[in-house]
C-alpha cells in the first residue's frame, strides 16, 4: 500500500504550553489533528473551570479551527462542584492526576489520593474520565519500575474503590501496563508515538540523548513490542496519545534536562511508517482517529486525512523555531518515507 485516506485524527494527549511556545507549537498540531485533549501542567496549572474556558480562548487564538478539549489539573484543594459544573458545559473532557513530583510542573498534584474522593466520587457519577500520569514518586522505587508498582499499588485499589470511574492510563510505556488496559470498559490507555518507536538504549547507548528523555522513561525492548502490538491491534483501550512536550532546545540540552518528546510535526508520518512496518495500515484509523473518540464520546471526525507513501525519504524539520527558543523535533532515526498529503 503506498497510499492511505483515514478520518482525520485527534490527539488524546498533548501539551501546547503557553505564550510564545503556544503560538509555535499549536499549528504543527493543528496541521495534522481536528481536536486535541490538552494537557493542564502550566505554570500556574490549570486548575479551576474558568483557568480552562481562558486557556481555550488562547488556543483558538493561536490554531483557529482545531478544536482543544481542556482539563482540569487535579489538586486536593479542587471543587467537585466546579468540576461538575465545566464537565457539564462541555468544556472539560477530563481531570488530570498528577501524583505530586512525578513529573514536569507536577509540584502542585496529588500526594494523597483519600483527599481528592470527593472530586473522583464525582467524576465517577457523571461519567468524566480521569487521565493519570501512572508513576509512583517514592525514592525507593527503581525509575524503570514506577509504572508497575503504580498499577498496582495505586490505579487497581482505585479502580476496586470506585469501578465507575472511567480512567485512561496515560503514556503507557511497560507490558503490565498493556496487560492492565486490556480489560478495557471503562479503562483505556494513551500510548505514544515515540515509546512506539524508542527504548531505553536509545537514550543512553553511545552518548546521552536528551532529546529522547521523556517521562515515563522508555524502558527495554519487550516493553515497546508490547506497546507496538497493542496500538497496532486495533484494540478499543488503546488508543494514540502523541505526548508531544516540548521545552526549548536550552532546557533539554541541559545538566539537568527536561523530560519530553515533542513529536507533533511528524506524529502521523511515523505513525503510517511504523503500522506499515507491522502490517498493520488497515488499524491506523482506529488507533488515531476511532478508538480515542469512542471512550470520550465524541464522534469521529467527518474530515479525512491521506499519508502517502514515497520512494525517497521525506525529510522533516530537524526544528521549529519558536519565540521562547529552538525546539528539537523528535528524530526516529530512521528514514520515513511516509508523508501528509
Ligand atoms: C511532560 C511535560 O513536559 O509536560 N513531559 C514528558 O516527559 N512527558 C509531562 C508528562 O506528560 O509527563
Ligand atoms: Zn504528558
Not at 94 to 113: C, F
Not at 284 to 298: H, S
Request: aromatic share 6%.
Amino acid at each position: 500500500m503506498t497510499q492511505i485516506t483515514i478520518r482525520r485524527p485527534d490527539d488524546m494527549h498533548l501539551h501546547l504550553r503557553d505564550g510564545a511556545m503556544l503560538q509555535a507549537v499549536a499549528p504543527e498540531s493543528a496541521r495534522d489533528f481536528a481536536r486535541a485533549i490538552i494537557m493542564p501542567n502550566l505554570v500556574p496549572p490549570v486548575v479551576t473551570g474558568a483557568q480552562a474556558l481562558a486557556y481555550r480562548d488562547r488556543i483558538l487564538a493561536a490554531a483557529p479551527g482545531f478544536m482543544p478539549l481542556m482539563t482540569l489539573y487535579l489538586t486536593e484543594t479542587t471543587d467537585p462542584a466546579d468540576v461538575a459544573a465545566a464537565a457539564a458545559s462541555g468544556l472539560v473532557k477530563a481531570v488530570k492526576l498528577y501524583p505530586a513530583g512525578a513529573t514536569t510542573n507536577s509540584h502542585g498534584g496529588v500526594r494523597d489520593l483519600d483527599r481528592v474522593m470527593p472530586v473522583l466520587e464525582k467524576m465517577a457519577e457523571i461519567g468524566l474520565p480521569l487521565c493519570t500520569h501512572g508513576e509512583v514518586t517514592t525514592p525507593e522505587v527503581d525509575i524503570f519500575d514506577r509504572e508497575a508498582v503504580f498499577i498496582d499499588t495505586v490505579l487497581d485499589p482505585l479502580r476496586r474503590r470506585i469501578p465507575e470511574l472511567r480512567v485512561v492510563m496515560e503514556h503507557i510505556t511497560t507490558e503490565e501496563g498493556v496487560a492492565y488496559a486490556a480489560q478495557g470498559g471503562n479503562l483505556a490507555a494513551t500510548i505514544t508515538t515515540h515509546h512506539l518507536i524508542i527504548n531505553r538504549n536509545h537514550i543512553l547507548v553511545g552518548g546521552i540523548k536528551p532529546h529522547y528523555y521523556c517521562l515515563p522513561v522508555a524502558k527495554r525492548e519487550k516493553h515497546r513490542l508490547a506497546l507496538r502490538r497493542a496500538a497496532t491491534s486495533g484494540h478499543p483501550a488503546y488508543f494514540l496519545g502523541t505526548d508531544s512536550a516540548p521545552h526549548v532546545d536550552a532546557l533539554k540540552e541541559h545538566a539537568c534536562g527536561c523530560a519530553g518528546c515533542f513529536t507533533a510535526t511528524n506524529t502521523m508520518p511515523l505513525l503510517a511508517h511504523v503500522f506499515d512496518e507491522d502490517g498493520a495500515l488497515d488499524r491506523l484509523e482506529a488507533f488515531t482517529a476511532l478508538n480515542g473518540a469512542a471512550f470520550y464520546g465524541l464522534t469521529p471526525n467527518e474530515d479525512r486525512l491521506t499519508l502517502v507513501k514515497e520512494t525517497t525519504p521525506v525529510a522533516f524539520p530537524p526544528k521549529i523555531e519558536t519565540g521562547a527558543g529552538p525546539v528539537t523535533v523528535f528524530d526516529p532515526g530512521f528514514a520515513v518515507h511516509w508523508r501528509v498529503l
